[in-house]
Each structure stands twice: as structure tokens, then as C-alpha cells.
């Protein structure tokens, strides 16, 4: 099943507003703290999806976004899903409860401490470099160990976090 989907990493005082994913069963991400975003709606732009979600999981409308790259999410057999990861420094609202899980403000240095997808460290590591835009792939077993990594066509060797 092929899928699309946006991700966003809100930024404010050094922090990403991250999602803890507590409450789904049936949740690729259960238990993993991510971005908040979610999946297209019939003919939604990236941008559309990007805002509406953004807005339904934290009460925040952005106002100031950035189109940061393309990851493709393997995950066994059966998922296939092109994220397009944006990072905003820009919003405006009053937050309110997700019902996907907790959100929390927390440091970009402690980010790595959280329980993370072993791809995602490479991806924040791009946003940190400030990375104009990328192509990532990641290609995960039902057991959510990184099996292959591609960056820009160019593969990575698994585990490797620095020259990308």
C-alpha cells in the first residue's frame, strides 16, 4: 500500500514540538515520538495537508513553513509512504490535545535521547546542517530495525551519521 504524507518538526526556543504516539494499537508509530502531520485527504497539495494537520493534532495555524525534503518510508513488506517533511518556525493559536498522543517541547540537543525511528537521526541531522532539500529513503523490518538507508540516491551505510 503505497501512501503520502507530511511531517512536520515546529521549531520555538531551540526546541521541536514532538508527538509521543501513545494511543493507537494498530500505530507503526506506537510508543515512537515523531512530528506532527498525518496522511493527504483526497486532492490535498502538500501544503494543504501540511496546514490541516498541523492544525487538527495542536490547535496551531503555521505561518511560516519550510519544505525541507522527500522520505520514503519502507516499512516490511506491505508499506510504502512518501512523507514531505517540512520544519515551521512560525504559528499562531492556543494548543490543544492531540488525540494521537502527548505533545511535548523538547530540546533539539535531547531529541536523540528520545525513542526515534534509527532513520529519523539522519534526517535531523540534515535539518541541523541546514540542508537546502533531500531525497531520503529508509527501509525498515516489521521489527523496526533500519535495513537500508539512501540519501540523494546515494545509499548510506546503515548506522552511519556522519559525511552523509
Known sequence: MVKLSTLCYMERDGKYLMLHRTVK????NKDKWIGVGGHFE?????EECLLREVWEETGYTLTSWQYRGIVTFIYGEDTA???SLYTADGFTGTPHPCDEGDLEWVDKEK??????WEGDRI???????????????LVYDESDTLLEAV???RPL????????
Open 42 to 46: 483526497r486532492n490535498e497539495s502538500p
Open 81 to 83: 509512504e512518501y512523507m
Open 111 to 116: 531529541v536523540a535521547d528520545l525513542n526515534i
Open 123 to 137: 534526517f535531523f541531522r540534515l535539518l541541523q546542517e541546514e540542508r537546502p532539500f533531500f531525497s531520503l529513503k
Open 25 to 28: 494499537e494498530q500505530d507503526v
Open 151 to 153: 540519501l540523494d540516491g
Open 157 to 164: 551505510a546503515v548506522g552511519e551519521k556522519e559525511d552523509a
